[in-house]
C-alpha cells in the first residue's frame, strides 16, 4: 500500500486548507484511513479517521472545525480544515489502518497568526 499526501501549505489564522490522501497498490487490506500530526519533539496524534463504511472519529480540538470524507472511486481521502488556529501547525501524516499501519510522507501545515 501506498499513501500519497497532498495540500499542506500556509495560511492565516481562520483560513482553510484541504488535505488529499490517495491510496494504492493493496488497498483492500485497508480498514481504515485517517490523518495524524506532529510537531518537533511530541508523539504523533491522531486527528481525524473514517472506517471503510464511513463512520469518523475526530480529536476533541478540532472538532466543528474538521471534517474527513472520502471517495472510494478515486481511493482518495479528505482532510477540510476550516477555521485553523496557530495551535493546529503541525506535519500532517495520512494513515491506513490494515495488517500494518501504513503511513504516507508528511505535509506541513503552517498556520500563522
Known amino acids: 500500500v501506498q499513501l500519497q499526501a497532498s495540500g499542506g501549505g500556509l495560511v492565516q489564522a481562520g483560513g482553510s486548507l484541504r488535505l488529499s490522501c490517495a491510496a494504492s497498490?493493496?488497498?483492500?487490506?485497508?480498514?481504515?484511513m485517517g490523518w495524524y500530526r506532529q510537531t518537533p519533539g511530541k508523539q504523533r496524534d491522531l486527528v481525524a479517521a473514517?472506517?471503510?463504511?464511513?463512520?469518523?472519529s475526530y480529536v476533541g480540538s478540532v472538532k466543528g472545525r474538521f471534517t474527513i470524507s472520502r471517495d472510494n472511486a478515486k481511493n482518495t481521502v479528505y482532510l477540510q480544515m476550516d477555521s485553523l488556529k496557530p495551535e493546529d501547525t503541525a506535519k500532517y501524516y495520512c494513515?491506513?489502518?490494515?495488517?500494518?499501519?501504513?503511513w504516507g510522507q508528511g505535509t506541513e501545515v503552517t498556520v500563522s497568526s
Open positions: 473514517i472506517s471503510n463504511g464511513g463512520a469518523t
Open positions: 497498490g493493496n488497498i483492500f487490506s485497508i480498514n481504515a
Open positions: 494513515w491506513g489502518a490494515g495488517p500494518i499501519n501504513y
